[in-house]
């Protein structure tokens, strides 16, 4: 497929949309990149420097929590600095367009809520989240709790050890997301799949079915991978220009006014 997204490859994509009667959007950790916030396999990606096995898995938590809490805090500060960017936008305004669009979203940042879209399924918890590690109680943490320290963080109701509320390499998918998710795929006629390497198995598994199925599927991305190789369209750019343009074009192809 050729890099440059052709006007009339746009339009292609845009009719398709139009048309679909159930959407399934599947983002990635670059939709949030041109909110500034770094990628996990990008140059100058979160990873760098550290690998994912490092930090984001149990065992590194149990070996060290408070360097994995720091980690998380440092990461949080920088989503708590950083906004929803246009392609965010562009998604829940897409929401309000058509008849049913939902997100399954691989990202724990927070944006997809923040930009206002509704529907949305956080496949890997929220870094704005903590989970009681003894009486498992799920809350919000305080706004303040960036403190670049290691010190732990003790659950309000029972003075255990919190982790972070988000879904590590080695954990299985917590009821209600990757099961709601696979049956958001089938259901779907077009999957738009948004900045994503696809190196992370379920959420590739769940397009790459959908697809066995018939859906349509769409894959925006300034850079190839082995889902833009399979996409039915490739728009090669980033989402935070091509999302945009995609909405003003369905916004054109509005039915006549009777
Ligand atoms: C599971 C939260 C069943 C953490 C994440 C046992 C031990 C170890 C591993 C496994 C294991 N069992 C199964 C596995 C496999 C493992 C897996 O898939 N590993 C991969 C890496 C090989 N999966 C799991 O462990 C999952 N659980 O399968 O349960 C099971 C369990 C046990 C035993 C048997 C079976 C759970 C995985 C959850 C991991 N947690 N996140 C945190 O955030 O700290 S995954 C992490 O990677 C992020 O969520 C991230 O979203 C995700 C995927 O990365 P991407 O989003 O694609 O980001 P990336 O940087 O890679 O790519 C960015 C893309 O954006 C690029 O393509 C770039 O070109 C593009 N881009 C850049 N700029 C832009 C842009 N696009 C558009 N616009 C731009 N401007
Ligand atoms: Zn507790």
New binding site residues.
Partial sequence: MSGTVTPALLEQAAHKLKRAQRILVV?????S??SGIP????SG???EGFR??D???PAAFKRMPGRVWK??RW?RQIVLAAQPNP?HLALATLEKQLPFVEIV????DGLHGRAGSQRLIE???N?HRARCTDCHQVSSLPEADVAEGEQLPECWKCGGLLR?H????????WPGT?DVAMEAGVQASVILV??????????VGLVLEAQELGAFVID????E?HFSRQADIFLQ????T?LPQLSTFLLSLEEPQV
């Fill in positions: 983002t990635g950790a670059g939709i990149a041109e990628t996990f396999r990008g990606g979160l990873w994912a096995e930090l984001a898995t980690w998380y990461r392609g979203t691989q990202n724990v496949l890997h918890g870094i972070p988000i879904l590590w390499f080695g954990e299985h998918y990757m948004v900045g994503t390497s696809a190196q992370v198995y379920a959420p925006v991305n300034p850079e991978t750019g980033t989402s935070g091509l």
